[in-house]
């Protein structure tokens, strides 16, 4: 039901007015099935694996009641749990082509983390010694938007799509645990609302290290073009047989530290019944084998979709049909997230059901759509930039956070890392790029990126207002 929607529409603009071929088509439909089966074990996984190792490490870094190891493992499992996010990899990959080299795939990935793994510190001392979170929230947009000021504008968008996706299916789990681990043992009337938010402080991280690192270092403009790549006319199978061990690799290297971590920590202070460890190993196995179904799924079948989709949707020459098409691409994608239900369980289960995950569901699906149908209208238009969007919608959203009730700010915060996962990261900005590519005068770099941070951007105003609107409701009733 969650991947359905989105290629439904593929479906349907192939035989309407985007003709994509029967050979990419199918390429895009066997991808589809690679990602139901995918997502299906994934999040199987990250219930028996990820979340209880996320909730166990929390819980055990309180116990010490020193702020110096909060901070101290906060940065580490930060660090090491966002080298595991395969959504960052996709990126600095990306941005390594772009940048012809200028910024090497290992530098970012490794400037980003740190970003991280510092934000995940402050998260948790947050927490612990009870910082109110839209105070925190000001100080670290104020500090984005000087360093944005000051930092070079080709920088804008990798810094800002860096924020959204090192908080993908990986990252996600594991710090929603960690901050429910700590704020469940610190306990207290603020133990609901203090277990979300992490994930919305951990992602303003890598915006502040990127842009710091384009003030510190020498490179004042980035330059270089994305091209689009499409594929000859191969065997429709022959795609998916190349993706996969490249993707199982990737996967195992991006794992491989979490995994050493854990196990150090067993063997040191968890000390699991054997039971229970090999529960905890089952999920990691499952968790792996669901990403590697679903990261082939999407590499193999939905980008180069997207991108093809995207180039010839401009050649018809009507602009509010591109722009249309983007918002109800938007409004599906968000669907077959597998982080965002994730979250809407642990929202569910944290208010006792009081908050439906559809209606999450629903405000974020709103929120997406509107994202890239502005990110449309900022790709068809070179004068709008980026900063046009971001610049106001990031002032709104933190004056939202001195009104919305306090569960409803960390929900939202979390939502916006949470919506901009590996659906965003591969199928939308395909679609951008291929849009991007065909557009005269649009460039590929500043404009095609930057759809990361517009679909991470909304649903922080959206979950506000509907938090509003719940507050308003409730007010009327007693």
């Known amino acids: 039901m969650s991947v359905l929607p989105i290629s439904l529409i593929v479906i349907i603009l192939n035989f309407t007015i985007v003709p994509i071929g029967s050979n990419l088509l199918w390429k895009f439909i066997i991808g589809s099935l690679f990602i139901i089966f995918g997502l299906t074990i994934f999040l199987f996984g990250v219930e028996l694996g990820i979340q209880p190792i996320g909730t166990l490490m929390g819980e055990a870094i309180t116990k010490s009641k020193k702020i110096s190891v909060v901070v101290l493992f906060g940065f580490i499992l930060g660090f090491f749990i966002n080298i595991a996010e395969p959504d960052l990899q996709v990126l ?243 669907l077959a997230e597998p982080a965002v239900y994730v979250l809407n369980e642990q929202i569910e289960d944290v208010t006792s059901g009081h908050i439906k995950k559809r209606l999450i569901l629903f405000s974020l699906a709103i929120g997406v759509a509107v994202a890239v149908s502005l990110s449309m209208i900022r790709i068809l238009n070179p004068a709008v930039r980026l900063w046009h969007f971001l610049l106001p919608g990031y002032i709104l959203a933190v004056v939202l956070s001195y009104f919305a009730p306090k569960l409803f700010v960390g929900i939202a915060f979390d939502s916006g890392g949470v919506a901009s996962g590996p659906m965003t990261a591969t199928f939308i900005l395909a679609f951008s790029q291929g849009v991007a590519e065909a557009t005269p005068g649009a460039d590929v770099l500043l404009d095609a990126f930057g759809v990361i941070s517009m679909v991470a951007l909304t649903p922080l105003i959206a979950i506000q207002v509907l938090g509003l609107l719940f507050e308003r409701k409730a007010a009327k009733r007693s």
């Open 92 to 334: 600095a990959r990306q941005v390594s082509d772009v940048t012809s080299g200028a910024l090497t795939q290992v530098s970012l990935v490794v400037i980003v983390s740190i970003g991280i793994g510092i934000m995940v510190a402050a998260g948790l001392l947050r927490i612990v010694i009870n910082i109110p979170i839209n105070k925190l929230l000001t100080v670290l947009y104020g500090i984005i938007l000087v360093l944005a000021l000051l930092s070079s504008e080709s920088f804008l968008g990798i810094a800002f799509d860096s924020g959204g996706a090192t908080t993908g299916s990986m990252t996600v789990p594991f710090i929603l645990a960690l901050g429910l681990g700590v704020a469940s043992f610190k306990g207290g009337t603020e133990a609901e609302e203090d277990s979300f938010g992490l994930v919305g402080i951990a992602s303003t991280g890598p915006m502040i290290a990127v842009l710091a690192m384009s003030i510190i270092s020498s490179i004042n403009r980035l330059t270089g073009v994305l091209p689009v790549q499409v594929e000859k006319e191969t065997g429709i199978v022959s795609s998916y047989i190349h993706k996969i061990p490249v993707v199982t690799f990737e996967v195992l290297m991006a794992l491989l530290p979490f995994l050493i971590l854990f196990i150090a920590a067993n063997i040191f202070h968890f000390k699991m019944k054997k039971r229970q460890l090999r529960k905890i190993i089952l999920g990691l196995i499952y968790t792996f084998i669901g990403f590697v179904l679903f990261l082939t799924g999407v590499n193999a079948g939905f980008m180069e979709s997207g991108r093809a989709i995207g180039q010839t949707l401009v050649s018809l020459g009507n602009d509010w049909l591109v722009i249309f098409i983007g918002f109800i691409i938007g409004l599906t994608v968000i």
